[in-house]
């Protein structure tokens, strides 16, 4: 299937679409999004499956994806929700960043948090949850960051006050 994603500027400006196959080559700045999903206070933590071209067997976010050319960060993050969890839930911007990994590899993330207790499928892209509370999630971190891949390490560390105060484990 092809897929478009739109080509953004400094400013998460729209100024064009490009094929996502392009992304790698051309290097240009697209939207990501990332959803954390607390269930009382902890938060549900995937580990990506080890057929991901990027970071396989890592952990991650409760889920992650790509915002299709012409999708508001609010609607990707839903239709990802629904694909790599099987959840629908009330979602809150948390903040939207700018992350850099170098190689081309340039986004705006918008990052979510939302609210879910219930049963959760797990799509191909993952293999495992947990539910880790906020302290749980930095020790674990301190301890084994290379478990963590380089994405949900940027995204946590960029909102972790934010959902501390949103989640409630200060």
């Not at 051309?26 to 499956?49: C, E, H, N, Q, Y």
């Amino acid at each position: 299937m092809v897929e478009y994603l739109d080509i953004v500027n400094e400013k998460d400006e729209v100024t064009g679409k490009d094929l996502k196959d392009n992304k790698k080559t051309k290097g240009f700045i697209s939207r990501t999004v990332a959803m954390f999903i607390a269930d009382g206070d902890k938060l549900l933590i995937t580990r990506r499956s080890p057929k991901k071209k990027n970071s396989p067997n890592k952990y991650d976010v409760a889920a992650f994806g790509n915002v299709k050319s012409g999708e508001t960060y609010e609607e990707a993050a839903m239709r990802e929700l629904k694909e790599e969890l099987g959840i629908e839930c009330d979602l809150k911007l948390v903040d939207r960043i700018f992350n850099d990994f170098g190689e081309k590899r340039k986004y705006f993330t918008g990052v979510f948090l939302g609210s879910y207790s219930g049963n959760v499928a797990l799509s191909e892209e993952t293999i495992e949850l947990h539910k880790l509370t906020i302290p749980e999630i930095e020790r674990e971190m301190e301890n084994n960051i290379d478990l963590f891949c380089e994405g949900f390490i940027k995204d946590f560390n960029a909102v972790k006050d934010k959902l501390k105060s949103m989640v409630g484990n200060e």
